[in-house]
């Protein structure tokens, strides 16, 4: 199980941060706070549509990151710097989920 925690940080412009007890997954925090925030709909889609057997593999592609999916595990792309990340496809489904139910409710005017 990964062990992690979503923060708020920033006054004027919070954001949830996610913070990862192992330091392998900070590219994945990276991408949480870059794309999930305004993709989490989607992301969350293309994440599911692995996890309920609709599609065999899958893929997401945002403004600086992209998903490579497959049931057990998602590969997290930085596309400017090359760097990847491997975390479980489940996990990740969970957390952005987290993340963007979080930031629907921080952004709510």
């Known amino acids: 199980m990964l062990k ?3 923060e708020i940080e920033g006054k004027e412009n919070p954001l949830p941060v ?26 969350i889609a293309a994440l599911g ?8 593999t899958g893929a997401f592609a945002g403004n600086v990151f992209s998903l490579e ?24 489904k969970k957390i952005v989920e987290e993340y963007w139910a979080g930031y629907k409710k921080l952004t709510k005017k």
């Not at 549509?49 to 065999?56: F, I, L, N, S």
């Not at 999916?69 to 996990?91: A, F, L, M, N």
């Open 69 to 92: 999916i497959t049931p057990k595990t998602t590969t997290v792309c930085d596309d400017i710097s090359g760097k990847e990340c491997e975390i479980g496809t489940q996990d990740l």
């Open 49 to 56: 549509e692995v996890t309920d057997g609709k599609k065999k």
């Open 4 to 6: 992690y925690k979503i």
């Open 18 to 43: 996610v913070k990862f007890e192992d330091k392998k997954y900070e590219l994945a925090a990276t991408f949480l706070l870059g794309e999930a925030r305004n993709f989490g709909a989607e992301i």
